[in-house]
């Protein structure tokens, strides 16, 4: 019987501080903790752990909330599937960037419904008008699931390099949960405290992290992992 070739049973080179204090190293790392943190906070994952009180506190009185509810449940579906045939000829950056600004401009037409719903000449509470925060929910949810939710962590498998990328994606995940952690449990007490200005504060957050992809994220589309990392030691 022949024998096998002996396997290389030699670890995976240790992450160093000096490979981890490169440009092509922390760079990707705090971009991405960035996205994360503005992702988060920008609402994507309050929405749908609260989506029945969002609904109620949006204005809307139309149709039951939890019947919307499954309706959003299946527009992020449609949604995340059609992201796998989007993002391949639009790329990271304009998607990303388009996402940020729909939940942006969907918050603060939220909050300024809000703002005018008590208004004495119309009747914001059973007339077209209030249709509006149902279609500024519906373009939140999709803005956020065909870029600010799936498109960071599609990211992480892209951008760092070979050496340090298992421990950079997963603290970067780390950072993300616990993001998510903090952006879920502090919502009752933020809607407590600035009542309907919270979604102005959502949508200030999403306004912030469209300038942080604007500004910073890298664009990977057509690119080798080579050329992105020449684009950070720059």
Known sequence: MPKLAPQDKSPCPPVTYSRSSKPEAYKPLLILSLFFLFQQFS???????????????????ILNPYFITVIAGLIIFASTISISFILPTTGVKPLSAASGAGIAVSMFVI???????????????????????????????????????????????????????????????????????????????????????????????????????????PETKGKSLDEIMREFSS
């Open 43 to 61: 609402a994507v994952t309050v929405i749908i752990t609260y989506m029945v009180d969002f609904i109620r506190s949006s204005g809307f009185h």
């Open 111 to 217: 909050g300024i419904y809000l703002l005018f719903e008590k208004a004495p000449v119309i009747n914001f509470e059973w007339g077209f008008f209030n249709l509006i925060p149902l279609a500024a929910l519906i373009l939140n949810i999709v803005a956020s699931s065909v870029g600010f939710l799936p498109i960071p962590y599609v990211m992480l498998g892209e951008v760092f390099p070979m050496q340090i990328k298992g421990v950079a994606a997963g603290l970067a995940t780390c950072l993300a949960y616990i993001f998510s952690f903090l952006a879920v449990k502090t919502y009752p007490y933020l809607h407590i405290m600035l009542g309907n200005g919270i979604f102005f504060f959502y949508g200030l957050v999403a306004a912030l992290g469209t300038a942080h992809v604007l500004a910073y994220l």
